[in-house]
């Protein structure tokens, strides 16, 4: 029996055990099954985590888009690959076969070399959700390009820094987007981030809301016309496996973001397998995935999972509020989705509504609930469960990163039984650990720091450009393992919750936030000397974002004026997805005698658990936790 498609807890223990004892076998064989290679690899895996070094299928050739689109052609022509739902529920949605999508992907990459984007280049993504988006990842790949999708609510300041990271020589953007009753311009956002990116010699712009632009001479270029001349046939770039694939930017516990760099054989077989079965897909389903494609699940599970598996997968342009509260139950009705996908945020934020924006809707298609982004809280999951999936559609929650390339931890729908809050088992061919304090692993039911201990083919191979930060940040806290930078308790059962970050990087909304660029836009801020960013538990958002802050000068103590200022500077830097909830004015921050602000205590105090704040005699300054206390109580 192929381990390709488990569909039994039988045949999961048995692909398990397979896996731990000779795991170049077993990914040789998912890999050699069920994809085109145009050259067989020489080493299934080489890897030494100290260095680290990982290659998979080394020496193997492909193309990703051939089996993302080419290889379906023969027998799902006319299939439909992509079905695009607008904003506005007022139009038509857009329905896209395997044929329409080769062709429009060929055409795309055709412009592409007609502008001089070759194997190897780095082009930048910054657009809403419209098919353009998917069309030009696959666009990218099918040419060589290493594509680098930015979320288009990133500021101009944020853009930049990643584009000037990875030396793109493209941008490709709209003249602007929708999102819910909003119209927002990002050509002008991209046209402040270039000020600052010489190496851009073109912008390929998509029209989506005709809203008046400015067009630089000789760099910007409509993609329409383009299009409209460029040929159907776009041979593809033969790939080596290790050829980077994507670069993609995460948040750090350091200001600049880390780009983390993909690759293509080990990704696409890990991404196109983890697809088929934490979501059990079929034939004749139609798969909805929520997310953005500017984050790694949209990447992994909008465009390269479900495509590679020949499946029919949905984009979304909108929001789920608009027009009203039952949008998300509207366009699954229509479209008979079967999986949902979808972040603990927007469940949460939807829990909170009248269950008449469900009532009207027949949700009976539905077979399998994911959640992504976080942990999933108890009273959510239960909401979810009994008011979406009626009682009886099972719900994976899945752990994994942008690292990670695609999902590691999570319960196979209807073969490892749910159980709310915890992530579950992990797939076949990841070994996770947990590791104490001191760097021992932890056998049996434990808590502790979540490790992998022996490579996986989708995870990332390095930060682009700077390896040593790569090393340092995921290699070096524990010998001969990966660090995931998270937490977990493991139970009597070897089943894993996930317990959150234990760095510096706050989840909000699903959205991984490192704290120090934050505090870099706060401290612009003309009248505070210092500040410090928590996460602070959220009802909606999981956690909500909020600021200590010291101001320069005595007197100064008007938070909300201080909110909205710095919330403009965070805004102008980063993007509005980091914007603060709260502000507290503070005289002083808790340090040790070395510097380091003790954030751990904040978050305490902002969580106003400060019964067991631990030892602050060690403290530089351990008589100003009682008075932030005072403060806070004061400012609430």
Not at 95 to 106: D, G, K, N, P
Not at 233 to 255: H, K, N, Q, R, W
Not at 559 to 567: G, H, P, Y
Not at 595 to 607: E, P, T, V, W, Y
Request: hydrophobic share 40%.
């Amino acid at each position: 029996m192929s381990n390709y498609h488990i569909q039994s807890y039988e045949h999961y223990q048995k692909a398990c055990f397979e896996a731990k004892a000779n795991p170049e076998l077993f990914w040789n064989d998912i890999a050699k099954d069920h994809f085109i290679w145009r050259k067989p690899w020489i080493n299934v895996l080489k890897y030494d985590f100290s260095k680290p070094e990982v290659a998979w299928f080394e020496g193997g050739q492909l193309n990703i888009t051939e089996n993302c689109i080419d290889r379906h052609l023969p027998h799902r022509a006319q299939q439909t690959a992509i079905i695009f739902e607008p904003n506005d529920p007022k139009l038509p949605a857009k329905q896209i076969s395997y044929l329409e999508l080769h062709q429009r992907v060929c055409k795309f990459a055709n412009v592409l070399k007609s502008k001089g984007i070759v194997k190897g280049d780095r082009v930048c993504l910054y657009l809403p959700m419209i098919p353009e988006l998917a069309i030009a990842v696959l666009a990218c790949a099918r040419i060589g390009a290493v594509h680098s999708v930015v979320f288009a609510g990133f500021s101009s300041t944020a853009l930049a820094t990643r584009i000037k990271d990875c030396d793109a020589r493209m941008v490709i953007t709209s003249d602007g987007a929708f999102r819910g009753n909003k119209t927002l311009d990002l050509k002008s956002i991209v046209d402040r981030a270039l000020e600052d990116c010489p190496n851009v010699s073109c912008v390929l712009l998509v029209g989506r809301t005709n809203s008046p632009i400015n067009m630089v001479k000789d760099r910007d270029v409509w993609i329409g016309p383009e299009l409209e001349k460029a040929s159907y046939d776009c041979p593809i770039v033969v790939m080596d496996a290790e050829d980077p694939l994507f670069i993609l930017y995460t948040s750090g516990s350091t200001g600049q973001p880390k780009g983390m760099m993909h690759t293509t054989g080990g990704y696409m077989v890990y991404t196109a397998y983890t697809f088929k079965n934490y979501f059990q897909y079929v034939d004749g389903d139609v798969y909805w995935c929520t997310a953005d494609i500017g984050w790694i699940t949209g990447h992994s599970y909008i465009v390269y999972g479900p495509l590679l598996n020949g499946a029919t997968t949905v984009m979304f342009e909108g929001v789920p509020s608009h027009p009203d509260y039952g949008r998300f139950w509207e366009i699954i009705e229509k479209h008979k989705v079967t999986q949902f996908y979808t972040a603990p945020t927007a469940i949460r934020a939807l829990a909170k509504q009248p269950l008449s924006f469900i009532k009207p809707y027949n949700l009976n298609s539905l077979k399998v609930l994911g959640t992504v982004g976080e942990p999933i809280n108890e009273e959510a999951w239960q909401w979810y469960y009994e008011h979406i999936g009626k009682g009886k559609v099972p719900i994976i929650d899945t752990w994994w990163q942008t690292e990670t390339g695609g999902i590691m931890i999570a319960n196979i729908p209807r073969i490892i039984k749910e159980i709310p809050t915890f992530a579950t088992k992990p797939m076949p061919g990841i070994q996770p650990i947990l590791k104490d304090e001191k760097g021992a692993t932890l056998d049996g039911a434990a808590e502790g720091s979540l490790c992998i201990e022996f490579p996986w083919p989708s995870m990332a191979r390095t930060i682009w450009g700077n390896h040593d930060r790569f090393r340092d940040t995921y290699f070096s806290s524990f010998e001969g393992c990966y660090f995931t930078g998270d937490g977990a308790v493991r139970d009597v059962n070897g089943n894993y919750r996930i317990t959150g970050r234990v760095d510096d990087v706050i989840i909000v909304s699903g959205h991984n936030l490192g704290t120090a660029p934050i505090e870099d836009a706060i401290n612009e801020h003309p009248t505070i000397a210092e500040s410090a960013v928590i996460g602070r538990p959220h009802n909606i958002k999981g956690q909500s974002l909020c600021a200590f802050v010291i101001p320069k000068q005595d007197g100064i103590n008007d938070s909300e004026d201080i909110l909205q200022s710095v919330n403009a500077l965070i805004s102008k830097d980063i993007g509005p997805i980091a914007k603060l909830d709260r502000v507290f004015v503070v005289s002083g921050l808790p340090k040790t005698r070395s510097g380091k602000i003790m954030r751990r205590i904040l978050r305490k105090i902002a969580s106003e658990d400060t019964s067991n704040l631990g030892d602050t005699s060690t403290l530089l300054n351990p008589e100003i936790v009682q008075e932030i206390i005072v403060q806070f109580n004061q400012s609430k």
